[in-house]
């Protein structure tokens, strides 16, 4: 029977390190609790966990003797994974390795090709293909790689060396058959939040979504289309988590949790019928909620939502194709604030074709809406989006150096839209310190020093550090909400 390990690389960005964050390797876990499912023992090494640094996890990789090694990796974190890959390689020369992710999905040749020791690439969702990636293992003929759907792989053939992409996989319908992550194949106590906490019980309801922001790579990666689990699938793993791992605080992480009311109401009703004493966060666009939606949430414990605002430029945002207005983003808060819901809104800057003063009026619009949390990033355009596209074509891009790929720092050429790198980086910081130090705000929130200290030691003290926290408030994919 193949052995399989996972490994989720260290990640050791400010962000992430700096603050004591540590969070659950999600996707990794949905796909061990996968190939147990089928029937494997799989096992997961979080360098997080234990400062991890390359040698030190491939001698732990080794001593498993697995035959295959699967790794994850976002566009900030390829080159991290790479370093990972190469030392696994030297100590176990002989196993069958491939990672998956956004960044590997949309340029599978490139990632084979930069990295040599790798052998294939999981392209999209990866439960059904890591799984028959297990069961189809033969070490001594790649020729079984063929035959498996939504993969790339390095074909050799006499002295000629080619990469193949397989045929498409199709998108999972079924969610609901999908095994919970597979939490217990790790110390899932050890999680901590920021501030010391024991992480939120994160969790995904919900795959796709049906809008495309030009920005957003979610609905390219899951397919442009909706697909979610039944309430009750949804309050089973939540009641897990309550009851099994004793975390009461859980985060959806899905791209947009409110785009099904109606679900979004059953799964508030469920959570009441059982008695589950739990809070939670989500997210939505904000021209898709209502009072009567966020007074039953809240009473099921919804206690922050999290609305992708992006601009305060009208023409930016149709530039974005966000299909929404000022006046929505206005009412969406009110909304929430009279529910007595926390909101935390996202913006953007630096997104391209966008003047100085329409920055300004993106900082100013954060200001008059009065979240209780602004979240400021710049575009980054991932591999994946139409803006990266748009701008490839263009010559636009700065760099493809994908350790800069940050959400902090400028990676386009902005002479021609009449702006300059330092002018947009300028811009984050002082969006973070014309929100978070308002004398009106610190009067209103007398508790909140430490989430703005927290805001400023990543924008304004800290600009060059390395933002890619793949979950929480802090995301390193800027996605629909």
């Known amino acids: 029977m193949s052995r399989v390990v996972f490994v989720n690389p260290l990640d050791t960005s400010i962000s992430v390190r700096g603050l004591g964050l540590k969070a659950p390797p999600l996707n990794l876990m949905y796909l061990a609790g996968a190939v147990e499912q089928a029937g494997?023992?799989?096992?997961?090494?979080?360098?997080?966990?234990?400062?991890?640094?390359?040698?030190?996890?491939?001698?732990?990789?080794?001593?498993?003797?697995?035959?295959?090694?699967?790794?994850?990796?976002?566009?900030?974190?390829?080159?991290?994974?790479?370093?990972?890959?190469?030392?696994?390689?030297?100590?176990?020369?002989?196993?069958?390795?491939?990672?998956?992710?956004?960044?590997?999905?949309?340029?599978?040749?490139?990632?084979?090709?930069?990295?040599p020791e790798l052998d294939a690439v999981v392209i999209g969702e990866g439960e059904e293909t890591v799984v028959d990636l297990v069961k189809s293992f033969l070490p001594e003929d790649f020729r079984w790689l063929e035959k498996i759907k939504g993969i790339a792989f390095r074909k050799i053939a006499g002295d000629t060396e080619r990469v193949v992409v397989t045929s498409p996989r199709s998108l999972i319908q079924n969610l609901d058959a999908l095994p919970f992550p597979a939490r217990h194949l790790v110390p899932y106590s050890e999680y901590r939040l920021f501030n010391g906490d024991v992480g939120a019980g994160f969790m995904i309801t919900s795959r796709g979504c049906s809008f495309g922001c030009k920005y957003c790579v979610s609905s390219h990666l899951m397919g442009g289309r909706f697909r979610a689990r039944s309430p009750k699938n949804v309050v089973d793993e939540v009641e897990d988590l309550a009851l099994t791992y004793h975390v009461n605080d859980i985060e959806f992480l899905d791209d947009n949790f409110m785009l099904d009311r109606s679900r979004a109401l059953n799964i508030a009703r469920e959570i009441r019928s059982r008695g589950l004493d739990v809070s939670f966060v989500a997210s939505s666009r904000v021209n898709e909620v209502n009072h009567d939606v966020l007074?039953?949430?809240?009473?099921?414990?919804?206690?922050?939502?999290?609305?992708?605002?992006?601009?305060?430029?009208?023409?930016?945002?149709?530039?974005?194709?966000?299909?929404?207005?000022?006046?929505?983003?206005?009412?969406?808060v009110r909304i929430a604030k009279e529910c007595g819901i926390s909101v935390l809104t996202s913006f953007i800057l630096g997104y391209p074709g966008e003047t100085y003063e329409e920055m300004n009026a993106t900082i100013r619009f954060a200001i008059h809406l009065d979240p209780d949390y602004a979240q400021f990033t710049i575009l980054t355009p991932y591999p994946g989006t139409p803006i990266f596209q748009e701008l490839k074509e263009k010559n636009l891009l700065a760099t493809y150096d994908w350790d800069r790929y940050t959400v902090v720092e400028p990676v386009i050429r902005y002479g021609s839209y009449g702006l300059t790198s330092?002018?947009?980086?300028?811009?984050?910081?002082?969006?973070?310190?014309?929100?978070?130090?308002?004398?009106?705000?610190?009067?209103?929130?007398?508790g909140m020093l430490k989430t703005v200290f927290f805001g400023l030691y990543h924008s304004y003290l800290r600009p060059a550090f390395r933002h890619s926290d793949p979950q929480g408030w802090y995301r390193n994919l800027p996605t629909e909400r």
């Open 422 to 446: 330092r002018q947009v980086s300028r811009k984050l910081k002082e969006a973070y310190l014309r929100f978070y130090l308002r004398a009106g705000y610190l009067f209103k929130r007398p």
């Open 295 to 332: 007074t039953e949430l809240k009473k099921a414990g919804l206690s922050t939502i999290y609305y992708g605002v992006e601009s305060g430029s009208p023409r930016i945002l149709q530039l974005m194709n966000k299909r929404i207005t000022l006046s929505m983003a206005e009412e969406a």
């Open 40 to 115: 494997f023992v799989p096992h997961i090494i979080d360098a997080n966990l234990i400062n991890g640094l390359p040698e030190k996890i491939a001698e732990m990789v080794a001593r498993l003797r697995p035959d295959l090694v699967a790794l994850t990796a976002t566009t900030a974190t390829i080159s991290k994974a790479f370093q990972y890959i190469k030392k696994i390689r030297d100590v176990v020369p002989e196993c069958f390795i491939f990672i998956g992710g956004p960044h590997a999905t949309f340029l599978p040749t490139e990632t084979l090709t930069e990295c």
